[in-house]
């Protein structure tokens, strides 16, 4: 099994509706990450979380939240979705113990929004 | 702001041949840096990263990469490609409260 699993894979939804894209792991790290795709664009942050009560904003947060259920779960939604939110989305962990900082990420989440 | 520079979209490389994927950055203290590699349909994978000491890092895959303080340069190389390589490969900066900064990537095309 994957240490960092995205769910789902794949989604396709309408303009204007509320979807939840999920992210769990079993490495046992406290930070984890949101990050979004678009081809030329490379990846960009768009929140960041380094324990259970600590959520931040990354440099692209408009239109997205998210949820830190857990240490080993951590939600992005997309509260109205729009066109433009078409992208790959990642989600990464790391130790904070590791002062290297390497973040390991999931298999991504394509999201298509019509 | 830390930013990083991949100038090269696409890459095609013959099999066999070697490869040098270019990355420049910008970053006020001494960086931590990273090349990660996405293959089709996958997550990305980290190849090689750099934090201090030997400005030659190996890693993974038979990759490795130069740090060059002087040109602000993190150059990724591998001396014979082969077919499985091709994918997107992107490299990206350590910035302060241990967030990274990436490239925007560069896809490489292997040809037979």
């Known amino acids: 099994d994957a240490d960092v699993t995205q769910t789902p894979r794949n989604r396709i939804t309408k303009t204007g509706k509320r979807i939840m894209l999920e992210c769990s792991q079993t490495k046992g790290h406290d930070r984890m990450y949101w990050y979004r795709q678009d081809p030329g664009l490379g990846l960009r942050l768009i929140y960041y979380?380094?324990?259970?009560?600590?959520?931040n904003k990354g440099e692209i947060s408009d239109g997205y939240s998210v949820s830190r259920q857990a240490q080993a779960k951590f939600s992005l939604s997309l509260e109205s979705a729009i066109p433009n939110q078409t992208a790959l989305y990642f989600c990464?962990?790391?130790?904070?113990?590791?002062?290297?900082?390497?973040?390991?990420f999931g298999a991504g989440t394509r999201l298509s929004v019509l | 702001a830390q930013s990083v520079t991949q100038p090269d979209i696409h890459i095609t490389v013959s099999e066999g041949a070697s490869l040098e994927l270019r990355c420049n950055y910008s970053?006020?203290?001494?960086?931590?840096l990273f090349w990660y590699v996405q293959s089709p349909g996958q997550g990305l994978q980290l190849l090689l990263k750099y934090f201090s000491g030997d400005t030659l890092v190996q890693g993974i895959k038979g990759f490795e990469a130069e740090f060059k303080r002087s040109q602000s340069s993190f150059n990724l190389r591998k001396p014979s490609v082969h077919w499985s390589d091709a994918a997107e490969y992107f490299c990206?900066?350590?910035?302060?409260?241990?967030?990274?900064?990436f490239g925007t990537g560069t896809r490489l095309l292997v040809s037979p």
């Open positions: 970053y006020g203290a001494t960086p931590y």
């Open positions: 979380s380094f324990d259970v009560k600590d959520i």
């Open positions: 990206a900066v350590g910035t302060g409260f241990q967030k990274l900064v």
């Open positions: 990464a962990t790391s130790d904070s113990v590791d002062y290297q900082n390497i973040q390991y």
